[in-house]
């Protein structure tokens, strides 16, 4: 029994857990004296608006959700790229070419829901195809790659979107038509959701997106697929000796990871509350992934959690106007991505104190049966501290 | 003729901020740290040099002394990248954590930073800071008078001249001096290479890090307050993704400041041909397609990722980089 609970507490994923808890104390910390810095008479108000606006009503609370699902699609984005030793910057991209496809599926082509959301996966996928090619073939380093095809991405589909009259509002030329005005199809069904929270917002997309993220689990961690891209990010010159196909494996996480954040896009324009603006700037939905994915170690069932948390605080953060500026939220995100880039070295002086008493012990334990062997407690340390470091986010 | 001498003008001013950003970064790579964070280190270097601009407006000091007030404005951007390139130093060569997660946590902290800083100071929604206009060099601060026409080569010097184009063209004088020429640059250099070897023949890694990092600080600060006076509309707590088409820029100079003068140069043209399409008589103008200019403003990204395929296979970035270094795997 004991040991049990001893395998609990030295569990890898206890630990990355307390290590994000503990970031997100300090972030929060953070974030109130920087709210008392700037207005130290109203810092209580807005410390409460974060902390509980998310979740003062059935309304917020679908808010909330409605905001998470892209989130959790656009951080599972991140997320699986960055455990195959990828880091794709371009979400963004992938997100705005997928809600693309998906309004062009539902509302040029008529198409119901789940196809128009198929198309937004493809769209990603096409666009998350580039980045992983120019990687695989050329070397060139995906961080640029993604980067620029951002902007690519950005700025064709703004270019497309202005040439098919059918898509665009007839009213203000820089917006796509309102959804339920122009199939009422594509629009994701709520089952009953909206009127159980009584808001519009509200639709089955977060229970999509949960299952989403643990097809994404499983494959990770329970197929040979998934072994092979990991093995692949651990270290590219082992996996190639070991016979797998490393250039191939990085197209396909590209093309997953892009696909993942194409979902993202279709979700949120699927809606029927979003309407997509023509704007000469990067959607900010991609580049939240970023931190969703870090502040779970990449672990996708931890995802689900970080994107509720990152859309709950968001929701509190629109709530502190006008008394605040809503970028507060974003410091605050920031500071605990900072903290979490030391999770690791945080999660490694937890391993190594709690092996070094363990070590000790078996010590004594050895010193009592006389039968001594001082290697043996090195070898676990080495041991553990390693499985620790297999469990981080890779770059 | 005007409007290329006007073209070749915009070009300088743009490719100033992407040369000293890339020189910045350049620096920290050398080193062996990425540096990802350049965009929010031009953010916070341009969000400080701006509200001293405004701060030495409203004294009155800087309309009697506009070039004396400019250079403080480059050394309070330059202090300010700096300050905030150290948070990555700390980060990623002291607590060895990844590097380009801590970069990407500074990216996210300076643009959200500086909205809550001007909103704090310049009240609600108003969150452009106006940069004055004496920071402009005109003909009469070297006693010429300007003529009614402007012929080319007043077009070309004096339409966009501000201090920062001269001072950062010294800088690249002596980057390619400390880089080549210097102990310290053979060193910094080794360091980003092979710092196991560096280590070994008594070189500090460590130190020599953070100073990569730190003058790549300094330059990327410089080069968000030349980006903010390049784009002319003010301060606006952003600097339009400058900082990773800088980090482009490097690699397509392939980590050599005077290759990365060129690349700056060319980038900079494809960006000026985007947003002038309208005015140049000779580029097609595709009448049947609504707002073209969407296919100008992509140019310079396509061009890039172009450029970027073709010369992969030459590109050689320092060994090190991106590897937090551990004294015992020496």
């Known amino acids: 029994m004991t040991t049990k609970i001893k395998k609990f507490v030295q569990s890898p994923g206890l630990s990355s857990f307390f290590a994000s808890v503990a970031s997100i104390g300090i972030g929060l910390i953070f974030g109130y004296i920087l709210l008392a810095f700037i207005n130290p008479s109203m810092s209580f108000y807005g410390l409460g608006k974060i902390l509980f606006a998310g979740a003062s009503s059935a309304e917020k609370i679908s808010k909330v959700l409605y905001q998470a699902a892209p989130l959790m699609l656009t951080g599972l984005s991140v997320g699986f790229a960055f455990k195959t030793g990828l880091f794709n910057i371009g979400a963004t991209g992938q997100y705005t070419v997928g809600a693309f496809f998906a309004l062009y599926a539902g509302i040029v082509l008529k198409m119901p829901w789940w196809a128009a959301l198929l198309a937004a996966m493809l769209g990603g996928m096409i666009w998350g195809a580039f980045p992983g090619v120019c990687k695989a073939l050329f070397n060139v380093n995906e961080v640029i790659t993604s980067i620029m095809f951002n902007w690519i991405g950005l700025f064709a589909v703004n270019l497309t979107l202005s040439n098919i009259p059918k898509i665009l509002d007839k009213i203000s030329a820089n917006r796509t038509v309102?959804?339920?005005?122009?199939?009422?199809?594509?629009?994701?069904?709520?089952?009953?959701?909206?009127?159980?929270?009584?808001?519009?917002?509200?639709?089955?997309?977060?229970?999509?997106?949960?299952?989403?993220?643990?097809?994404?689990?499983?494959?990770?961690?329970?197929?040979?697929?998934?072994y092979e891209l990991k093995a692949c990010g651990y270290n590219r010159n082992a996996s190639i000796y070991a016979g797998i196909n490393a250039k191939r494996n990085i197209v396909l996480s590209m093309v997953i990871s892009g696909g993942l954040a194409g979902i993202g896009g279709g979700i949120y324009y699927l809606s029927g509350t979003a309407q997509f603006l023509v704007i000469k700037s990067l959607l900010n939905m991609g580049f939240n992934g970023i931190p969703v994915a870090l502040l779970a170690t990449s672990n996708p069932v931890g995802i689900i959690f970080s994107s509720l948390f990152i859309s709950y605080i968001q929701v509190g953060g629109e709530a502190m106007q006008p008394q605040f500026s809503p970028e507060i939220i974003n410091i605050i995100i920031s500071v605990i991505i900072y903290l979490s880039a030391f999770s690791m070295l945080l999660k490694g002086l937890i391993n190594r104190i709690l092996t070094r008493q363990n070590a000790r012990k078996e010590k004594e334990k050895v010193l009592h049966s006389s039968a001594g062997n001082r290697g043996d407690g090195i070898v676990t340390d080495a041991a553990i501290s390693n499985k620790s470091e297999s469990e981080g986010v890779t770059k | 003729?005007?409007?290329?001498?006007?073209?070749?003008?915009?070009?300088?001013?743009?490719?100033?901020?992407?040369?000293?950003?890339?020189?910045?970064?350049?620096?920290?790579?050398?080193?062996?740290?990425?540096?990802?964070?350049?965009?929010?280190?031009?953010?916070?270097?341009?969000?400080?040099?701006?509200?001293?601009?405004?701060?030495?407006?409203?004294?009155?000091?800087?309309?009697?002394?506009?070039?004396?007030?400019?250079?403080?404005?480059?050394?309070?951007?330059?202090?300010?990248?700096?300050?905030?390139?150290?948070?990555?130093?700390?980060?990623?060569?002291?607590?060895?954590?990844?590097?380009?997660?801590?970069?990407?946590?500074?990216?996210?902290?300076?643009?959200?930073?500086?909205?809550?800083?001007?909103?704090?100071?310049?009240?609600?929604?108003?969150?452009?800071?106006?940069?004055?206009?004496?920071v402009r060099i005109t003909q009469s601060a070297f006693g010429l008078t300007p003529g009614k026409d402007p012929n080319f080569f007043e077009t070309f010097i004096f339409k966009n001249f501000y201090l920062t184009t001269p001072v950062v063209l010294v800088l690249l004088a002596i980057t390619v001096f400390v880089i080549y020429k210097t102990k310290f640059g053979l060193r910094l250099r080794a360091c980003g290479e092979h710092p196991q070897a560096a280590d070994s023949v008594g070189i500090n890694v460590y130190a020599l890090r953070y100073i990569g990092v730190a003058i790549s600080g300094f330059l990327g600060g410089i080069g968000g307050l030349a980006f903010t006076i390049a784009a002319g509309s003010g301060f606006q707590s952003t600097v339009a993704g400058y900082?990773?088409?800088?980090?482009?820029?490097?690699?397509?100079?392939?980590?050599?400041?005077?290759?990365?003068?060129?690349?700056?140069?060319?980038?900079?043209?494809?960006?000026?041909?985007?947003?002038?399409?309208?005015?140049?008589?000779?580029?097609?103008?595709?009448?049947?397609?609504?707002?073209?200019?969407?296919?100008?403003?992509?140019?310079?990204?396509?061009?890039?990722?172009?450029?970027?395929?073709?010369?992969?296979?030459?590109?050689?970035?320092?060994?090190?980089?991106?590897?937090?270094?551990?004294?015992?795997?020496?």
């Open chain 1, 178 to 226: 309102n959804l339920a005005a122009a199939n009422k199809s594509a629009i994701i069904p709520k089952w009953g959701l909206d009127k159980l929270f009584g808001s519009p917002y509200m639709n089955i997309s977060i229970l999509i997106t949960a299952a989403v993220a643990i097809i994404i689990f499983i494959v990770l961690n329970k197929t040979t697929f998934g």
């Open chain 2, 243 to 330: 900082g990773f088409f800088a980090l482009a820029v490097m690699i397509f100079g392939n980590w050599k400041p005077m290759r990365i003068f060129g690349a700056a140069l060319f980038f900079a043209l494809f960006k000026v041909i985007g947003s002038y399409s309208a005015s140049i008589p000779f580029l097609p103008s595709f009448s049947g397609i609504k707002n073209s200019d969407y296919i100008y403003t992509m140019l310079p990204y396509i061009v890039t990722m172009l450029v970027l395929v073709f010369t992969s296979k030459k590109s050689r970035a320092p060994k090190a980089e991106g590897i937090p270094y551990d004294k015992s795997t020496r």
């Open chain 2, 1 to 134: 003729m005007i409007i290329l001498a006007d073209i070749m003008s915009a070009t300088v001013i743009f490719a100033i901020p992407l040369l000293v950003v890339a020189l910045g970064g350049m620096f920290s790579e050398r080193s062996g740290t990425i540096n990802i964070a350049l965009e929010g280190i031009m953010i916070v270097g341009a969000l400080f040099s701006c509200l001293y601009l405004v701060s030495a407006d409203k004294s009155g000091f800087g309309a009697v002394h506009p070039i004396l007030a400019m250079f403080i404005a480059i050394l309070v951007a330059g202090l300010a990248g700096i300050i905030f390139s150290l948070f990555l130093a700390l980060a990623s060569v002291s607590l060895k954590a990844d590097q380009t997660i801590g970069g990407t946590a500074l990216n996210m902290f300076a643009p959200a930073f500086a909205i809550v800083l001007t909103w704090a100071i310049q009240g609600q929604g108003q969150t452009t800071i106006i940069i004055p206009t004496w």
